[in-house]
């Protein structure tokens, strides 16, 4: 998978797939590689070069917090869009408390989704080695829970004190790394423990694992099912999310996993790929269309791509409507549904 500028195919047939026009040249931001919201856009990127739709030039390593403004204030065109930044944009708080209410507003308004995904599921994990006995035993404890600027660490936050009611600062040491350097933090013995948004299975805690045993722990299911921890699960940029024992087991023998049945209960952080509602609509649509119609390549690309959404409307299960803003592009509903999928008119 190419990770830089991917050069368009430039011939009839190619040209013919955007109706003629000339390919564009956009660029994109997103995380480092190892995970969906990389894959993601490099998939967007290779299949647009290879359909003559666009030459998408990427940014690597970029948080959300910094990839939803620039699409917002139009420096970018595409970007990674964890749904809880542009309902805290739209607000003017958390990291964009600086700009206000009402200068906020402004730019989330500016905000339309591609397509939607899971950014990954909240696990907690820790080697055995530590001692570690689960969600009841993080008092005093060293937590990695995300980047030092961003949405995970904020999700992270409030899951634990919904789980556990401790803060961090006060009933734990919160720990934060650069997503770039977070296998390394969990394997050198900085933290205890992490709670960070993963996929089942993904680079991150396989790497984790290959140094040592370690555990995985479920939300406790009373815990999960009360109305306190529900609204924290549904709350903007989140989503209850369960996957079956079996699907936790493809984390390999060095894995213990912890749940009382067959589900493991975790709170899932949502978003998409979004672009400037100027983004022409033609163009917007074969970029939706050209990800539609490539599921099965990006399926292909890594283990866990068939777990993460990347087809799911369902407004609950992608985090769309309700106190989210963002809508969709018209030119991604068009080719949605030109597909056979339902786009919720919430999210229109």
Not at 146 to 155: D, F, L, Q, V
């Amino acid at each position: 998978m190419k990770q830089a500028c991917l050069a368009a195919i430039i011939g009839g047939s190619v040209i013919a797939t955007y109706a003629n026009a000339e390919s564009k040249n956009l660029t994109a931001m997103t995380s480092a590689p190892g995970v969906a919201v990389h894959l993601s856009i490099a998939h967007l990127a290779e299949v647009a070069a290879s359909r003559g739709i666009a030459d998408i030039q990427i940014t690597l390593g970029q948080t959300g917090a910094n990839a939803t403004l620039a699409v917002a204030e139009g420096k970018t065109d595409i970007g990674i869009c964890p749904f809880v930044l542009p309902f805290l944009m739209s607000k003017g708080v958390g990291p964009y408390a600086e700009m206000g209410a009402e200068k906020g507003a402004e730019l989330a308004a500016n905000l339309r989704v591609l397509y939607p995904y899971s950014f990954g599921v909240y696990v907690l994990y820790a080697y055995d080695t530590v001692g570690i006995k689960g969600w009841g035993d993080l008092a005093g404890r060293r937590i990695l829970n995300g980047p030092p600027r961003g949405a995970a660490t904020a999700e992270a936050r409030g899951l634990i004190q919904g789980v556990t009611g401790l803060e961090e600062g006060k009933g734990y040491e919160g720990i934060q790394s650069d997503w770039s350097q977070m296998a390394t933090t969990i394997t050198e013995g900085t933290s205890d423990a992490a709670l960070l948004p993963e996929y089942i299975p993904s680079d991150r805690p396989l790497q984790a694992l290959s140094a040592g045993k370690m555990t995985f722990w479920s939300v406790p299911k009373d815990v999960y099912e009360t109305e306190a921890l529900q609204n924290i699960l549904t709350a903007p940029g989140s989503a209850p999310f369960e996957l079956t024992l079996d699907q936790m087991r493809a984390l390999g023998d060095n894995a213990t996993i912890v749940t009382e049945d067959e589900i493991f209960r975790a709170r899932g952080s949502v978003g998409g790929n979004c672009v400037n509602a100027s983004m022409d609509e033609e163009l917007a649509y074969q970029l939706t269309k050209a990800h539609i119609e490539t599921l099965d390549e990006i399926y292909a690309k890594a283990p866990y791509a068939r777990n993460v959404g990347f087809e799911n409307l369902d407004p609950k299960a992608s985090g769309m409507c309700g106190p989210n803003p963002l809508k969709y592009h018209p030119g991604a509903a068009r080719a949605w549904e030109e597909a056979g999928f339902a786009v919720p008119a919430c999210a229109r």
